[in-house]
């Protein structure tokens, strides 16, 4: 007797600009996890732009030579400003790659970053997943949802 294994598994080359192999994607797109970790990143990041709304505009820094103390003094408050807005979007950032890594393992999400922290090399992933999140959860659902006007506690 043997068991047989049916998987639902997504696997896609993934490429460089190129056409060369570097190498693949591989999800389900019924892991819990993915829609988890999406909604989490969703929610952290609205939260995380709320945070930066509140610290306001970046300060437009002087072109003028730092010389003396007083120069460093009348600066100061501008340079908190602004570490405390990288702050918030350096955490933002490790996070998502954090919560992506862990669903897509960390080396498929460095493929995609090329180890740096740029969040826009990510969206392409998410791009291409969610069609195939979005119909796996749909399906799932409608296996509990079979008459719409049912409730689903009958």
Not at 14 to 34: A, C, M, T, W
Not at 38 to 63: M, R, Y
Not at 69 to 75: H, Q, R
């Amino acid at each position: 007797m043997s068991l047989i294994i049916k998987n639902k598994f997504v696997k896609e080359e993934l490429k460089d600009e190129n056409g060369n192999v570097l190498g693949y994607l591989q999800f389900n797109p019924n892991d819990s996890r993915i829609i988890n970790k999406l909604s989490k990143i969703v929610n952290d990041l609205s939260k995380d732009l709320k945070q930066l709304n509140k610290i306001g505009d970046f300060p437009n820094l002087s072109d003028k030579k730092l010389e003396s103390i007083e120069d460093f003094e009348n600066v100061a408050s501008e340079f908190e400003k602004i570490n405390e807005a990288l702050t918030i979007e350096d955490k933002a950032i490790d996070s998502v790659i954090n919560d992506l890594s862990e669903v897509f393992g960390r080396d498929t999400i460095e493929l995609f970053t090329g180890g740096t922290k740029d969040i826009m090399t990510i969206l392409p992933l998410i791009e291409f997943i969610m069609p195939y999140v979005k119909e796996a959860r749909e399906k799932n659902m409608s296996k509990y949802l079979k008459n719409g006007n049912s409730d689903v506690m009958e």
